[in-house]
Structure formats: structure tokens, C-alpha cells
């Protein structure tokens, strides 16, 4: 026998996938050939490690989570989903609104910032920095403001300001040549989840556009919030392949209704820095206009946020051109 | 999953029942997981060729023949979807990439530090050896002898032979071996002395 043959027998009978007979003529080969017998015992040895080793495991919310945005990318091929799942369905359709939306916001990109900068520029949008001791590490936050902001008051309020229908809001950040967006669904479940009537279902869209990948979408997870709880949601993500892989927590947060305006506020976290970008404006509901709403440049990165409203059904609207 | 489960949620899955779907796929999840991570190496890239795989797997699902069990199918979707992860990834060389950090952050475990940081240095020692080798022979031995399939549904997972599949797995072995002598020397010991 071959060393080549035997140390493949050798191999099969480490899984215990080999015939009595060729277990024979490899432990005739064995006894002959030290460097096979080497082979043998290694390959034991190799084995009891992988036993020793940890599997690699997911949890089930990385399940959930993956799950989603598979619908999500499964609504935008168009793929058929099954007659009874209307909620998912619609979650898929607004998650995939969002991102529509921003790949036309993307298009109009410079004009929007250009009409940011000069906004910021005449002191309609104010920026401040803090830095907050957290856990023994100086974190540093940047909060991007409109003046036009509204007085926080009931979340619930807020809530209920927005009647039957889906708001959208999006926003996206530059940081190091590699465009993030985030598209947020939130909208009553009401009416789809009866057992959770005061429920609010929020989908979002989180997409990375990097010159030499293009656009990808890289989550769009679906969270369950109640009114009245504090934090709507956080949401860790992990984002982008290679070396512009970046860390982000996302936390967003719907303010007040006052004046027919609603606040709405974006935290985005790369957490490989933990610099925390806060950016805040406010919109009038139902006005079915995309509009930039707080903008800055925090080193060479340029953050800004742009919101969305229209009715579910309808289609995205395009944008305010600058 | 018996079988005749499993052909309901197949058939359900290519009158274009999404829910039938994941149903197949949560019964792989895990393993399939395994796999990915165990072929690129982090959870961010494993994540991009498990999102990858089951879009794939939704899109082709009335392809599928039934010829061989719904896992093996998937997973011979997933190891192209790692292939091709691979090829975008383009200059990216095989075992480079942030491996060491994420994969101590996929070992959880024992309680004593030491016993942790034992457990982290040869999850990291085994993940970096599996991103050395060859492309076909890491899918190989992680399908057999991480995974536990049997040659024929290896075989039929990489769309090779199942001669040209064992020939793999050996190759593999004495390559790992190779690289992770230190530990083999160690567990040898430990093992002698039970």
C-alpha cells in the first residue's frame, strides 16, 4: 500500500467511516512505516483537539435579526411572500422604502449638505461636544441640533400624534470614504398585532455605500417598542467587510409633537472610537417631502440627517432639492 | 427533522411559503453557523455568507430536487457563498483579518481565566490553522471532522467525489497537524496522563 492511500484510510478511520478489511492492511502499512504511524497518532491528537475546542455560536437574536433583513432583501428581489403574512410583508416594504429612499437621497448628496452647511453657517443648526466619564473611559459626544426644535413631552403623545400611519425617517453619516445610512420605519401595530395593542413596530434599514463595493444593505432588523419606555431601542451592528469594518450603535428616539412638529433625533456610534454623533431636527408629519434637517463635519467625518414622511402605500418621496 | 417534515416544508417552501423556508432553515442554523464561521474565520464574515446562502437558498429553492437531504443542499450553497465571499474580498489573504479577536469573542465557557484564556488561545490557534488552508480542503475537514458529516454528504456538499473528498480530509489533517504541533504535543500529554 501507498502512503498516499493509507494515510487517506488512516483519515477515514479517525471519522470511523473504514472497512474492517482496508483497517487491516492499514495497520499492516503502520507497522511498516513510521512516518504513517506519525501521521496516525497526529491525527488522533488533532481530533481530541477539535473536541477540546468551543464551537463558534449565534444567539437568537442574531437569528431574528438575520432573519429580517433576508426578508427585506427578499422583498427587494421581488420574491413572492406567502398570502397570510401580511405584517412581515409590510415591514419588509417599509425597510425597503427606506433604502430606496436613500439611494435617491444619495444621488442629490452634495446639494443637500451644500444647503446644510449654509444652514449651519447662519446658526439655524448648533453643534455642541461633551465628554461623559463612562466606565472609566472619556466618551465623547457630539449632539447636531436644528433651532426649530420642539419642547419634549409625552412619548406617548408623540406617538399617537402620528395616527394610523408609517413615518419614515432616514439618516447617514460619511466616515472614512464609507457612506452609512440608516432607514427607520416606526408605525402603530395596532391593528396587525392585536395580543400588543399599544405596541409600536420599528424596522430599520442600515446601508454601507463604499466607492469600490457599492451599496449593501448590512441590517434591518425589526424591534418591538412601547410608548412611554425611555429608549425606544439600541441596536449594535457590525458593518462592512475588510478593513472598513465598522462597529455602530444606532439608538433613535421620537421626541415630542408640538406645533405640528415632531422631533426626531438619530445617535450613531462607531464603537470602535466610541465618539457618539447625536444629530436632531424636526419635521411636520405628513408634509411627503424628504428633508435634510441637521448636518456638521466632526473631523473628516460629515454627519448628517434627512427624514422622510409619507403614507404608508405611497411612494418615497424624492427629496427637497437644494 | 424527519424526512417527510422536511419535504412538506420543501414543498410549501416552492409554492413561495417564506415561513416554510426559514423553518428549514432554523433546523440548520446552527450548524450552518458553525460552518460559516469555521470557513471565514469571524462572525462579520460569517454573517455576510450566511445572509448570502440564505437568500441564495430562498431564490433557488424550487430548483431543489430532493435528491439529497435540504441540510447538504444548503450547505453546498453556503460553501459557494463562501467561495465566492472569498473572491470579493479579493486581496484579503486567507487567514488574515481580525480572526484572533473575533474568535475570542465567540469562545465563552469556563469560569477560571485561565481555563478561559486556555480555551481563547486554541479557539484562535484552530481558526487561524483552518484560514490557512486551501479553500477546498478547509470546507472538507470542517464539514467531516468538525461537523460530522458523513463522506457521502460532504462529497455531495462540495459537488466532488467522494474519493477526491477523502483525499481532502487527509490532506487537511496532516496540514493542521502541522500547524498546531505545539497543541497536539499538549493534549497528547494531557491525554497519556488520564
Known sequence: MRCRNARILISRGI????????????????????????????????????GQSVAPAADRSYWAELSARVAVAAAQDGAQTAPGLRLSRLISCLAAGACLILFVMLLG??????????????????????????????TSAVLISHAQ????????????????????????????????ALGVSVYPSAREVAAKEEALLVGIAVVTVTADRGPRLISAPTLMIL?????????????????????????????????GLVEVALEITPLLDGKAVKLSGAVTPGDRTTRPVAYNRVGDAHYALFVSTYERGEPPPSGDQA | MDIDAERRLVRRSQAGDRGAFDALIRAHRDRAYRLAYRLTGSHADADDVLQEAWLRGYRGITEFGGRARFGTWFFRILLRAAASHR?????????????????????????????????????????????????????????????????AEAAEAQGCPEGTLAWRVAEARRRLARKLAPYLDSAGEAHHAM
Open chain 1, 149 to 180: 426644535q420642539p419642547e419634549p413631552t409625552e412619548q406617548r403623545a408623540a406617538f399617537e400624534a402620528l395616527g394610523d400611519y408609517y413615518q419614515g425617517e432616514l439618516g447617514w453619516m460619511v466616515q472614512d470614504g464609507a457612506q452609512t
Open chain 1, 227 to 259: 410608548p412611554g419606555a425611555e429608549a425606544n431601542f439600541r441596536l449594535a451592528e457590525t458593518g462592512g467587510t475588510g478593513p472598513r469594518r465598522l462597529r455602530y450603535q444606532c439608538a433613535y428616539e421620537r421626541g415630542a409633537a408640538a406645533d
Open chain 1, 15 to 50: 471519522d470511523g467511516k473504514l472497512p474492517m478489511a482496508d483497517n487491516a492492511s492499514v495497520q499492516r502499512h503502520l507497522e511498516k512505516c513510521p512516518d504513517c504511524a506519525h501521521y496516525a497518532e497526529r491525527c488522533r491528537a488533532l481530533q481530541r483537539l477539535i
Open chain 1, 109 to 138: 448628496e452634495r446639494s443637500r449638505v451644500a444647503q446644510l452647511r449654509r444652514e449651519t453657517a447662519r446658526g439655524a443648526l448648533t453643534s455642541t461636544t461633551t465628554t461623559t466619564d463612562l466606565y472609566g473611559f472619556d
Open chain 2, 87 to 151: 473572491r470579493r474580498l479579493g486581496r484579503r489573504a486567507d487567514g488574515e483579518g481580525g480572526t484572533a479577536l473575533e474568535g475570542s469573542e465567540a469562545v465563552s465557557g469556563a469560569a477560571d481565566p485561565q481555563q478561559r484564556a486556555a480555551a481563547h488561545e486554541l479557539h484562535d490557534a484552530l481558526q487561524e490553522a483552518l484560514c490557512s488552508l486551501p479553500a477546498d480542503q478547509r470546507g472538507a475537514v470542517v464539514l467531516v471532522a468538525f461537523e460530522g458529516l458523513s463522506y
